[in-house]
């Protein structure tokens, strides 16, 4: 959710997502947890096959 919270919230007039001192290093967050969840689940489906 911080894409979210990154539109949602403003600064100085604009949404701080769009500010590149904080876009990057919420991207490089969102980029870190979808691979952290892609590896959850092939991991448990490997438990699960056996």
Do not use: H
């Amino acid at each position: 959710m911080p894409g979210r919270a990154g539109a949602l919230r403003r600064q100085f007039g604009i949404p701080v997502g769009i500010m590149e001192g904080v876009a990057d290093p919420l991207g490089k967050m969102v980029k870190r947890a979808y691979t952290y969840e892609a590896s959850r689940r092939l991991s448990a489906s490997m438990v699960d096959e056996g």
